[in-house]
């Protein structure tokens, strides 16, 4: 009747061999790292040589004054000059002003979104139509609005055909209205990409709590604001930043095709004051400092963005 | 054709505080020995297999397969195959694919291949869905295919991690006796982890039981059964378990009896040689039983135990009835902290596998009778056997 | 229709609408109205190219008549066919670098990691916060200093920098949910991790390849600053670009530039309506569960 029970057998071990861990790392643990280190390592390349090192050295040229021919050192009071150029706080401005525009980019989608999400017949035909404007440049979008707004375009001819013949606009040749054209035109081309958006975030909403509510008694509205919205909280962030680094740093093409930064400066924002800055009038070192404000806002953007999902979770 | 030797294997993750998942391990499995590692959730097995496979590296100790040891060894160089849980299957490849893939990749003919996938898929009853992908097959099927991919291999040994865990209960029962036919047919070490120890005592030819990294025992099915090494695998191994009661011992008159509660049981003479009792008498041990020991015939057998039926399970072909077995410890039971009642009450339910057609109603007291051929004590702090070894 | 006949009573008085039905109708069909409206909104500059390109300036400006004029000269005002080339060499050039270089490092992030990945991991991430004008003038005088603002290649390598980030973030996340198993099977079955790479993960990730690739296209098709700047030569102008160019000069007939534009949005409007499928998972990749 023998028993193998190894651990009734098993001799202690002699203190002197006390096993001590080696973490010692095997061939393949080793390949892994390797292989990883060598995959990643184009990629890591390519952003720092063409990310990473311009932003210092735009730290360094925003503080010389460069012409394109010869290079001054001017140090970091080429920033506190900057703020005071009054150029520069009229085109923030602008940036401010067009913030006013992310509401509707954000509120008509989801209305959009909504009325999709009804799945009435065809829906899926109105569905892609209703992203299209996203596939088409912003330059395309930008001609053609432009041809809307002009004083002989589109708008004036709604504007003729409803009986207004007397109130004929020109918002694009008018510093005062100017920008409001521009801000239409930006909700516009939000719209595909923001539904689009929303509509993935209704698609993944339980169906059968919107019913357990309905049968509840609940009124649609209720529905939409304590089940709907709340679910859609994590799409309605991604939208919210999408839209606000559009806002920021995708409106040069739109700028570039409908007015050129103008009447004066009510159209430049900041993104386009350092193409203006930099290739217009060969300042290379404050067009740099101006491309480094923006980065800074945008940061502020991102930080206040991850505070607000930090606080959520 | 090779064994493997684990030769006092340890294994710490990184980040685990220096807690071993694998704790000085040694372990041989014999060329063609199916080897059953089992235990509960989270005590080493699949990392032990994934140290033979060479997945994951080994802290201190060696492994060896066919005598060479394989710690710093590319698992592709290992000739081993493994058989994953969830079967790992490559979902862009036919059936005939995944399993020659691997032959494929160390140059072997076209032809060659061909003719090992068509064996395999005979031995495995896959010849129909040679041409299939992984998605248009049932879990069954594609758990064949892992396997046949092991096998188109011939390798040195087989890893198997809980192969049949994703299976329904009957396909299990199914796949278990095939998986054992395969693996005595092609006759290759086979190292198996599950956490089920009736897949363990229906496959193996040995079993070894783990708990919290250690090694508990290495045995044959029927020996564990019999001769459970500890309190552990004594409650591990067997479904329903065995039965452990805590009991003191005391001598008089020549005779050896075992109290609990307000009951007490003749120990009968021979476990006076066998186990180690001298030293236990005046003491607590843990006293087990298994519940086929317990029978409603009282008449014929050496001792009887009262109990209150708690639980009345009828499975068809026999009956489990759930019992407490003193009625007057409950009270002292109140006395003691939580945890410690927790274990003095589990301690003091057991169960019996009854036939069916016993009459047992729950609430009611009952006398049955115990069969005293197969006791099994313990030490009640660390739950060591009492058996005296004769080797 | 036999049904009608075997029961005409039924067709006489055909069911009553209880008042919630009629409603639900209504709604349905306010429904109706309120989207055609929103697709008319939406298609107003598509159906602008397209309506403004078959006229001549004249036509155009008294709102009456067509023409092919325009169509017949758009090639000498804007070298369509020169400038869609030069679109798709440098897509797809760029779209190539972007996903080699992000897939690669995506497996690596996803599956291969070493100490400190998660610390590059994040930096790479984050470098896609960084607007193209914050660097702009550095990454313009290094391109031009390097001569390469006068080749495809300037633009090409700015695009796949610009690219890849966001790549890399797509492609670990879609690794991420490839089960490690699958790489330790093919590791036990013989390969190294070059094979691991290109036999069993390069043809499982398709849709990945497939939802940056169209991502890719459509912001770099669409693009105009980058062209604008790092590519000094006319020649080698992409089309958006060329438009932008003749845009901004507002000497060219607006029924021609529309023609044209109607031809720059085509190629990404395709691309677009054939995989929409892929540009929806890229946009809201990791956020959909
Ligand atoms: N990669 C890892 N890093 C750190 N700890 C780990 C790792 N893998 C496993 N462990 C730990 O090691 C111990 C043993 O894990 P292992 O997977 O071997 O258990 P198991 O016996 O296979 O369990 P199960 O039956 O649940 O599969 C567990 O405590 C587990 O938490
Ligand atoms: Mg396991």
Known sequence: MAISALDLRRTPRRAGSRFRPTYSTSLLTRRRRRMGLVLTLPALVLITLLIVVPIGQAVYYSMTEWNGVTTTWIGPSAWTQAFHNPTMWRVLENNALLLLSVPFALGIPLCIAVLLHQKVAGWKIFRSIYFLPTAISWVVIGLVAEHFFAYSGTLNSMLDWLGFSHSHTNLLGNESTALIALGVTFIFSMIGTNTMLFLTGLATLDPSQEEAARIDGASSWKIFRHITIPHLTRFIQLAFVITIISAFSALFSLIFVMTGGGPGYSTTTMEFLVYQTGFAQAQFGTAALYGLILFIIMCVVGVFQLRLLGAKD | ?391 | MSTALVTPAHVATPPKLTPRQIRRRVARAVLLVVMILVAGVMLYPFVVMLVTSFKTESQYLIGRGSSLQSWKDLNQTLPIYQELLNSTIICSASIFIVLVVGGAAGFAFAKLQFRGSNVVFLTVVSAMMVPLQAILMPEFVNMAKLGLTTSYFGAVIVYAALGTPFSIFLFTTYFRRIPDELIEAGIVDGLGYTGVLTRLILPMALPAIATVTVLQFIQIWDDLLVGLLFLQNPSQRPITVGLAALAAGRTTSIPELLAGSLVSALPAMLVYLGFQRFLIQGLTMGIDR
């Open chain 2, 1 to 391: 054709m090779a064994d493997v030797v684990f030769e006092r294997v340890t294994k710490i993750y990184p980040g685990a505080n220096g807690v071993p998942a694998v704790n000085d391990l040694s372990l041989s499995v014999a060329d063609g020995e199916f080897m059953v590692l089992v235990g509960p959730s989270g005590c080493g097995k699949t990392t032990a297999l994934r140290m033979v496979a060479g997945l994951e590296e080994i802290s201190d100790g060696t492994i060896a397969i066919g005598g060479t040891v394989m710690n710093n060894v590319l698992p592709k160089d290992r000739d081993i195959a493994m058989v994953f849980q969830n079967y790992a299957l490559y979902p862009q490849m036919t059936v005939a694919q995944n399993m020659g893939f691997a032959l494929k990749i160390r140059g072997v003919a076209k032809a060659e291949i061909a003719q090992r996938v068509g064996e395999a898929a005979r031995i495995l009853r896959l010849d129909e869905y040679l041409d299939r992908r992984p998605k248009a097959l049932s879990g069954g099927q594609r758990q064949r295919v892992a396997m046949g991919r092991a096998i188109v291999r011939e390798p040195q040994a087989f890893l198997m991690d809980e192969p049949l865990s994703n299976l329904d209960a009957q396909l299990r029962v199914e796949m278990r006796t095939e998986i054992a036919r395969i693996q005595r047919l092609l006759g290759v070490a086979t190292v198996y982890v599950t956490h089920d120890q009736t897949e363990a005592m229906t496959m193996g030819d040995r079993v070894a039981v783990l708990r919290g990294g250690l090694l508990q025992q290495v045995d044959t099915p029927q020996d564990l059964y019999d001769f459970p090494a500890n309190e552990f695998v004594a409650g591990f191994i067997g479904s329903p378990p065995m039965n452990l009661i805590l009991a003191n011992l005391d001598e008089g008159q020549g005779v050896t009896r075992a109290h609990f509660g307000d009951q007490s049981l003749l120990i009968p003479e021979q476990y006076r040689s066998t186990h180690a009792l001298a030293q236990w008498i005046g003491r607590q041990v843990v006293l087990g039983f298994r519940p086929e020991d317990l029978v409603a015939d009282n008449s014929t057998t050496d001792d009887l135990l009262r109990a209150r039926v708690d639980l009345r399970e009828a499975l068809g072909s026999e009956i489990l009835a759930y019992l407490a077995i003193t009625s007057n410890t409950d009270v002292v039971l109140d006395a003691l902290p939580t945890s410690d009642a927790e274990t003095v009450r589990k301690r003091s339910r057991v169960v019996a596998r009854l036939s069916a057609r016993t009459d047992v109603v729950e609430g009611s007291l009952i006398t049955l009778g115990l069969t005293t051929d197969n006791l099994h004590f313990f030490d009640p702090n660390g739950g060591r056997s009492l058996r005296v070894l004769t080797s």
